[in-house]
């Protein structure tokens, strides 16, 4: 199976999400989004932004690899009674069922990020959005001292090495990075612009618990968890988890989480 997917489907990414739709909501509030318009949410997961996208009116069509996830975004839309948001499995590196210039704003949060072959990934993601159309990504940034940059980056060091050609998903989160995949799929480089955002995941527990949550649901987590059981190690990475967790953790009650997570915002205007 292909490892990328495999990788989703593992866990269950809704537990995760969970913790992230006020962010969601907000972000998706900020994109000027109208009736009518045309979106694309890509790596949508089970639509923590594709939702709040058809609240606002728009037509929106939510891609993700993960079966379970596009399954969950669906009886999602059912029960908000929302006829204007569909989800499909599909391959942000190859969106061979769209067709040219389908959508006015193609949007991936955290999403096409984790697709391989991002030259691919951003010539999709400029094929499929209409002249003069706009795609905004959320990439998280390598090193960066918040929680999900630290998670992947703690998770890695107990992952086992990746595949020869393997590129890092982080690497999204370098603009120049970021610039020479869009300039290659024919956008021009004054028309991509970076902003630094944050997300907040919200949990109604302590720190302990949502490690938990993505010790038990969360891919990368768990393979690194796996990988750190087979050396003997996983009490190590639990702890390093909960440390980091706890010392992000900026709510004024410790019963509950609230923990920052800084990305980059990429704005591409075609
Ligand atoms: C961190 S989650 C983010 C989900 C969602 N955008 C959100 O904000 O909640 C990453 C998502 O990207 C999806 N994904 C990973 N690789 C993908 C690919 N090649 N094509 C499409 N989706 C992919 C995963 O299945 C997962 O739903």
Do not use: H
Not at 73 to 97: K, M, T, V
Not at 130 to 153: E, F, H, S, Y
């Amino acid at each position: 199976m292909n490892p990328n997917k495999a990788l989703w489907e593992k866990g269950d990414f809704t537990r995760i999400a969970a913790s992230m739709r006020e962010s969601g909501e907000a972000l998706v509030g900020s994109l000027g989004i109208t009736e009518g318009l045309d979106v694309l949410d890509l790596g949508c997961g089970d639509g923590t932004t594709a939702l709040p996208a058809a609240r606002l009116g728009a037509n929106v069509l939510g891609v993700d690899i993960a079966s379970n996830l596009v399954e969950a975004g669906n009886r999602r839309a059912e029960a908000e009674g929302l006829a204007n948001l569909r989800f499909q499995e599909g391959d942000a590196s190859n969106l061979e069922d769209i067709g040219d210039d389908s959508f006015d704003l193609t949007v991936s949060i955290f999403g096409a990020m984790f697709a391989p072959r991002p030259f691919d990934v951003a010539k999709e993601m400029v094929r499929v959005t209409r002249p003069g159309g706009r795609i905004v990504m959320g990439n998280w940034i390598p090193n960066d001292p918040t929680l999900v940059a630290q998670i992947l980056k703690i998770s890695s060091a107990y992952s086992p090495p990746p595949p020869e050609g393997f590129v890092s998903p982080m690497t999204w989160g370098v603009e120049s990075e970021v610039t020479e995949r869009f300039t290659s799929a024919g956008a021009q480089p004054e028309n991509v612009s970076f902003e630094r955002d944050t997300y907040r995941f919200d949990f109604p527990g302590p720190s302990v618990e949502l490690v938990s949550i993505f010790r038990d649901y969360y891919g990368p987590t768990m393979n690194a968890f796996d990988a750190a059981e087979a050396n003997g190690k996983s009490a190590e990475l639990e702890e390093e988890l909960v440390t980091l967790f706890e010392a992000q953790n900026d709510s004024a009650d410790p019963s509950t989480s609230s923990i920052p997570a800084t990305f980059l915002r990429v704005t591409v205007a075609l």
